[in-house]
């Protein structure tokens, strides 16, 4: 497998033949991981010059399908330590046709630019007429008109919220994507970074064309009857909003409450009944669990004329724009869910430092001297006017927002409802105990990680803390094997052991379930070395006093049984390695 590496100071780049890292990391994560040790100076200021962003793909890609996403590694300007994110879209396919398992880019450009790769050759394209663009839709919409490659290339760019360095920026993939959480966005803006796009016309050579055929139908088929297929293609994510609603653990109101009354007009199935305009899908994607909404904004001076914006919709922005705000209108929902799309801010960070705002100017610790608008819970103009502020930062308080919740509650008070986990705004569960450990020790602070919450539901009874933390971290561990594969988690039930090591089989590895775990362990072992390098201390983890006082699916959460339970960890997992 290549490496492209590409020096932004110096408009350079080189390739290099990486295969022993694919052979020992297996792909994604793993090779993300070793990649960044190997190129950056891991004390280095997140928003400097010596930060170095990794995009990695996996063996499985394009061969298999739902092998469908690239990982982006780099350091966090959200939480001063390693960010990882993951994205869909075209990017990984794009990636891999043009050659490549992994794309560094290092350093930073003197003037604004977007980069354009096609298969071994790159061009540095001035962005200076587009660096001001705020919407990433429109940067979207130009570089694909200049570019060739349409239908197999991918546009990886930011909006307003990455060039203004609002720390919880993203990068949008083929408009509907997201390289999420943590902060890319910001840090492509701090290279001077618009955009990068990758156009790929290779191949690859099967070498066991026979078994290969046997083990993708078999793949396929686990894909189409799985539990993802039928949960995920019919209503999107946002299926969960109704179940989670009446489980008690839909976060409400900045996690004052656990049930939200208007859940029902926000949930996956009114969205289906009265918005859902189609379903798109990643590249290899049988499920198709991307869901776009219609919206219809009549014009203010003429009657019966409509634009239709369409706006892709998911669980998390639902949860962070709509519930954690009290957002119960659909047309106010979307009109959030298109602004932060607008900007390339990540959702949930962005509602959480909403929510958080709402309840300080509730409490007077912040005045509307600071906010310059009025937020109260179920506001959607007041929010709509407060993300504006938050990109352009017309005031410190708004520069202090866009630093993240954890920043914010340090100012200006607060920190008891301030929902960030190892600085990362909360995810959309307040399911358990599980969860919220989870948050803390997972490396990324992502529910994505160990999928608390959905241990949580699973248990019977409530095991001493050593046994939750110990779960959390073998779920983790295995997730590092399809971080590495890249696939997509709603296929970790079709990507058992058994099958990655048939998957593999057929494309001329030999490998065994037992191996792929013990290389999981290792990478999450790497992962975590990594992440302590780059500044992670355990006993910085901050315990919001909030999520024990509302209730959720297991009633009062304790505290000691979390700080036990960080105990443990920070003992077993963590100190071996320091
Ligand atoms: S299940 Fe959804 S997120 Fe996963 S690869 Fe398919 S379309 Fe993309």
Known sequence: MKVLKIDLSKYRYEIEDRKDLFEEWIGG??????????????????????????????????????ASKTVAMFKSPLTGNLGESH???????????????????????????????????????????????????????????????????????????????????????????????????????????????????????????????????????????????????????????????????????????????????????????HNLGRRIACSHCPIACIHIAALRIPYET??????????????????????????????????????????????????????????????????????????????????????????????????VLAQGVEKASEVYGGKEFALAFGKNEMPGYHVGHATHIGYLIGLRHSHLDNAGYSLDQKLKEIPPPHEVVDKLVKEEAWRQVLSSLVVCFFARGVYKPEIVAEAFKALGYETSPEELKMKGE??????????????FDPDSLRLPKRIFETECFQGRLSEEYIREALRYWKEKYVLPLV
């Not at 100076?41 to 930060?51: G, V």
């Not at 490659?149 to 993203?170: D, E, F, H, Q, W």
């Not at 519930?323 to 119960?328: A, E, F, K, R, V």
């Not at 290792?522 to 500044?535: F, Q, S, T």
Request: proline letters at 3%.
């Open 302 to 399: 003429e009657p019966y004329f409509y634009k239709t914006i369409m706006i892709s919709y998911d669980y998390e922005p639902i949860y962070a724009l709509g519930s954690m705000l009290g957002i119960g209108s659909r047309d106010g929902l979307l009109k959030l869910i298109h602004k932060v799309e607008v900007y390339g801010l990540d959702a949930m960070s962005t509602g959480v430092c909403l929510a958080w705002a709402t309840e300080a100017l509730e409490r007077g610790l912040i005045t509307e001297n600071e906010t310059l608008v009025k937020l109260s819970f179920g506001d959607v103009d007041g929010y709509l006017r407060a993300i504006d502020y938050i990109v352009k930062q017309p005031n410190e308080f708004y520069k």
């Open 29 to 66: 994560t793993g090779v993300a991981v070793q990649l960044l040790k190997e190129e950056m100076d891991l004390r280095a200021d997140p928003l400097s010059e010596e930060n170095v962003i990794v995009f990695a793909i996996g063996p499985f890609t394009p061969a298999y399908p739902l």
């Open 87 to 273: 994205a869909g879209g075209r990017t990984a396919t794009a990636i891999a046709n043009a050659g490549y398992g992994a794309i560094i880019i290092k350093g930073k450009s003197k003037k604004p630019v977007y980069i354009v790769v096609h298969n071994d050759k790159v061009y540095f394209r001035d962005a200076r007429v587009i660096w001001g663009i705020a919407d990433s839709l429109i940067v979207g919409r130009i570089i694909a008109e200049n570019e060739k490659g349409r239908g197999i290339r991918t546009v990886m760019r930011i909006g307003g919220g990455g060039s203004n360095l609002v720390r919880y920026a993203c990068v949008t993939t083929e408009t509907y994507r997201h390289f999420g959480r943590l902060g890319l966005g910001a840090v492509f803006g701090s290279k001077n970074l618009k955009a990068l796009v990758v156009v790929g016309r290779g191949s690859r050579k099967i070498p066991n064309r026979h078994k290969y055929k046997e083990i993708y139908e078999k793949i396929l088929k686990l894909a189409l009857e799985s539990d993802a297929m039928k949960k995920y293609h019919l209503l999107g994510t946002a299926v969960n909003v109704n179940p989670l609603n009446e489980l008690g653990a839909l976060p409400t109101k900045n996690l004052k409450a656990t049930k939200f009354e208007k859940a029902e007009e926000i949930s996956g199935e009114a969205l289906a009944e």
């Open 522 to 535: 290792k990478i999450y072992r790497e992962k975590l070395k990594l992440k302590i390098k780059m500044g």
